[in-house]
């Protein structure tokens, strides 16, 4: 009980307008008052900003401000904008550091929009949170399950659970699209934390088109790689692996890991991103998979964002807690409790490996 007295007690002050009105009057607490109030304030405008960085990778403007600034008015021609509008539009953006106005009349990229350039896999995302704007049009219909056909949901139909006979290609080729350009950036955080020198062969589970898979491959030159995933993605990912030039390195295998037969022998299976999309008993499936793929004293790999008490591991929450369920199944899990299932699924030994962007991804290993 003793926890809760002064969540409570806080909650009732703040809750209070006489004494919001008296603390803004003391100086020591002005600072304090003016950043809760700024922290509200943002969460009141968060859907705008959100709109002012969509509107500028809609318009390319990371493209064509890479190399430096450009007169203001004629961008606002180029990219199709009223002079008014522009002139809102980059204000916004430059409040909030996507674009830096510059007396002479001028536009260039600010700090922020500057780390759009050449990051596909953030501005793919950008551009696919369009969709998921649509399911949070009446968040409480959402919410209360008066809105089950979301757009998240019919793009990541796979999730349903219901086998790979009922996806739709076209939905298959859109979300594998997508995965393969936002996964780059978990792959690169997943194998900056976790060194396979030693590794002789990995089994990437749900691997889709093979994203992981091939940075794994590129990285460690003498790594035995295989993906399995869906049939209709599986066939994906051998096009995009053969493309790469990756074939004679990289096997595909089309099966459902939660149900079909998986090979086996391997040193390390990896679970990238895969997890946080399903409910526990899912999980279990997957995790057993896993098991059985590796050898005795293999190494499961699982990588996907986890919540926490951490500020990266609140966002992770706020977010996914949102997305998982406008896609219909899932979850975002702390590390503590992926560590519960993988010893549930017979693992021993987990331990969490630090990212260097840890709201990208986390990464945890176990032992077979």
């Not at 003391?26 to 859907?47: C, H, I, K, M, T």
């Not at 493209?63 to 990219?79: F, I, M, P, Q």
Request: hydrophobic fraction near 45%.
């Amino acid at each position: 009980m003793a926890g809760g007295v002064f969540p409570s007690l806080r909650n009732r002050l703040l809750g209070s307008a006489r004494f919001r009105d008296s603390i803004q009057k003391v100086p020591l607490f002005q600072y304090v008052a003016r950043s809760q109030a700024n922290d509200l304030f943002r969460l009141v405008g968060g859907f705008i900003h959100s709109q002012v960085l969509l509107a500028c990778v809609r318009l390319d403007l990371v493209e064509r401000l890479r190399n430096g600034a450009v007169d203001a008015s004629a961008l606002a021609r180029e990219t199709g904008l009223s002079e008014e509008g522009a002139r809102h539009l980059f204000a916004a953006a430059d409040a909030l550091g996507l674009l830096e106005l510059q007396q002479d009349g001028r536009v260039m990229l600010g700090p922020r929009g500057a780390t759009l350039v050449d990051n596909p896999g953030v501005l793919a995302m950008i551009r696919h949170h369009a969709l998921f704007y649509e399911d949070l049009l009446d968040p409480v219909a959402l919410f209360s399950g008066e809105h089950r056909d979301t757009r998240m949901g019919n793009l990541w139909a796979y999730a349903s659970g219901e086998g790979s006979d009922s996806l739709d290609p076209a939905a298959v080729r859109q979300y594998s699209e997508l995965m393969a350009v936002s996964q780059t950036m978990v792959a690169d955080q997943v194998l900056g934390a976790v060194p396979l020198r030693s590794c002789r062969s990995l089994l990437d589970i749900g691997g889709g088109s093979g994203a992981f898979a091939m940075a794994a491959a590129r990285r460690w030159p003498k790594l035995d790689v295989a993906v399995a995933d869906l049939p209709p993605v599986a066939a994906i990912a051998r096009e995009r692996i053969r493309a790469a030039d990756l074939d004679d390195r990289i096997d595909v295998f089309g099966a459902d890991a939660t149900a079909d037969p998986l090979p086996d022998g391997f040193d390390m299976v990896s679970l990238v991103r895969i997890l946080h999309d399903h409910g526990d008993d899912t999980v279990m499936k997957l995790l057993g998979a896993a098991y059985r793929s590796l050898r005795p004293g293999g190494t499961l790999l699982v990588g996907e964002p986890m919540a926490g008490n951490s500020p990266s591991g609140r966002l992770v929450s706020a977010y996914f807690n949102v997305y998982l369920f406008a896609m219909g199944s899932g979850l975002p899990r702390r590390p503590e409790r992926l560590a519960e299932l993988c010893h549930a699924a017979g693992f021993r030994r987990v331990r969490r490996r630090r990212t260097r962007v840890p709201m990208i991804t986390g990464v945890l290993l176990a032992d077979r």
